[in-house]
């Protein structure tokens, strides 16, 4: 299961008006994501009618300079689960 992460001035507290939600989705194993689930994660985005712009980008396909920029200060909307084994 993939994690969550928000990031940037809405985690910093410097967000205005016309900011938008800055999100990272993480594989378990920090490994690229499937397309299909980047694409559906925006569809569903485009779909829910939110009141605020969301900007989602895979963990694995950040610059690594972006990546430093993050770790420094983020939340976890959802954190990254293991598979149970059966």
């Not at 990031?7 to 499937?34: F, I, K, M, R």
Request: with cysteine; proline share 6%; charged share 15%.
């Amino acid at each position: 299961m993939d994690g969550i992460w928000a990031h940037s001035s809405h985690v910093n507290g410097n967000a205005y008006d016309g900011s938008d939600l800055n999100l990272v989705l993480c594989a378990t194993d920090l490994q690229e994501l499937p397309p299909i689930i980047l694409n559906c994660f925006h569809a569903a985005l485009t779909e829910g009618n939110l009141p605020i712009f969301v900007d989602a980008h895979d963990w694995a396909r950040l610059p690594t300079s972006l990546r430093k920029r993050i770790l420094q200060r983020y939340e976890v909307l959802r954190p990254a689960q293991v598979a149970a084994a059966v």
